[in-house]
């Protein structure tokens, strides 16, 4: 099971607004016959003139609405950068309007902000922009600076402004604990299913094999994640977890989980490495396998080739790896070295000098995007800080080589 999380990104002091105007859709990186566009939604239970909104971007400077509308509870607003523009298709009940001045969305990155009558309404933030594809919110109840609200849209014009956002999700499960991890520094870590409101209690109890257990009380920052200040160092096994509620108020039952560590040499090994693939079918990769009897945390693992240093996971995700499983790192896509591995793996176990690459328990994946494989004499080592777990030396690489 791939265990890849996103915490919360942007930390804002949200204040609540009794009549919120929200953040639905935006396109921030538009095709050559589309243009920027914000689209916002009235969720109040009041009336709200758009000249008491304001809009702006990461820029201190706030535009206005126009020309000026009176919107019901319900009504959606579409912000475009050239009305004049804007093709006559939509709905007589959707408001189209402007912005002065117009706040550019970058490609690379940048923030939106809306405020009824000088209070904050909503806000998000992106760190790209899909091109031609605008990023569309998935819950209302979800606040919009939780960043994993946000995704690019599946709809195959590429948005849906005055529509029901293609990503659109009703939450009608309780959250679930996903995993937990210990780093080296002795900070715990634990993953949730979704993002938990702000200020939440939630109680810790960790365990170990002998000896007591630890308990402790931590508070939900807004995000996929609970963090604790630094535990006691003993050889914690598992860690329970109370209740927790959802932004959409289901509560979940008390758990237990194992928590992962960071490996030490024996338990991550490099076990086939793909080099420059002409072919264009799998993207070049390197394969790590897991063989400890326990789960791992790939945290605080990197990887270099020759003189260049690359991290596993950027560091506001984490990927928790079973016992057994079989990770993946490569800059591109990685489905087809996912079909891949699974057929080698498939292979291999039914020769009996292969017998250390067992069936893996899971086959997961972690991109990097700067990751290039040097196809000439080149050593990859895999490390945790400055020890050195494994590493693999090649002379020469031919077309295509597994290894």
Not at 60 to 66: C, F, G, K, L, Y
Not at 249 to 256: A, D, I
Request: charged content about 20%; proline content about 7%.
């Amino acid at each position: 099971m791939i265990c890849r999380f996103l915490p919360l990104l942007l930390l804002f002091a949200h204040q609540a607004n009794s009549q919120p105007v929200l953040i639905s859709e935006y396109l921030p990186a538009p095709s050559t016959h589309d243009q920027e566009f914000i689209e916002l939604i009235l969720k109040g239970s009041s009336n709200v003139s758009t000249g008491d909104v304001t809009v702006r971007d990461r820029s201190p400077r706030w535009s206005h609405v126009d020309p000026a509308y009176e919107l019901v509870p319900g009504d959606t607003l579409l912000l475009f950068r050239y009305i004049e523009k804007v093709p006559e298709t939509f709905s007589p009940t959707i408001k189209i309007a402007t912005l002065s001045p117009w706040p550019i969305l970058n490609n690379t990155g940048d923030s939106l902000v809306v405020q009824v009558s000088a209070l904050d309404s909503d806000r998000t933030g992106y760190s790209s922009a899909p091109a031609g594809r605008s990023i569309e919110r998935k819950s209302d109840v979800i606040p919009g600076y939780i960043e994993s609200n946000w995704a690019p849209s599946r709809d195959p014009a590429g948005s849906t402004p005055g529509r029901r956002n293609s990503v659109y999700e009703v939450d009608t499960t309780a959250p679930r604990v996903l995993g937990a991890e210990l780093s080296l520094n002795n900070q715990l870590w634990i993953w949730m299913s979704e993002a938990l409101p702000r200020n939440q209690s939630v109680r810790l109890q960790l365990h170990q094999n002998q000896g007591p257990s630890f308990s402790m009380t931590v508070q939900s920052m807004g995000g996929h994640s609970l963090t604790s200040l630094e535990v006691p160092d003993r050889m914690w096994t598992d860690v329970s977890v109370s209740s927790t509620r959802d932004y959409a108020g289901y509560e979940s039952e008390p758990s237990t989980v194992e928590i992962a560590r960071a490996p030490v040499r024996g338990e991550v090994t490099i076990n086939e490495v793909l080099y420059h693939d002409k072919t264009g079918g799998v993207p070049e990769f390197i394969e790590l396998f897991v063989a400890s009897d326990h789960s791992i945390s790939l945290r605080e693992l990197s990887l270099s080739t020759n003189q260049t240093l690359f991290s596993l996971v950027p560091q506001d995700t984490t990927l928790l790896a079973p016992s057994g499983a079989a990770v993946l790192l490569s800059a591109g896509n990685m489905d087809a070295a996912v079909d891949q591995a699974a057929i080698s793996f498939a292979r291999e176990a039914k020769n009996p000098h292969l017998e250390h690459l067992t069936s893996p328990s899971a086959i997961l994946t972690a991109i990097i995007p700067s990751l290039r494989i040097p196809n000439r004499e080149s050593t990859i080592r895999l490390h945790v800080q400055s020890d050195t777990l494994d590493a693999m030396s090649i002379n020469e690489v031919c077309f295509s080589p597994r290894f």
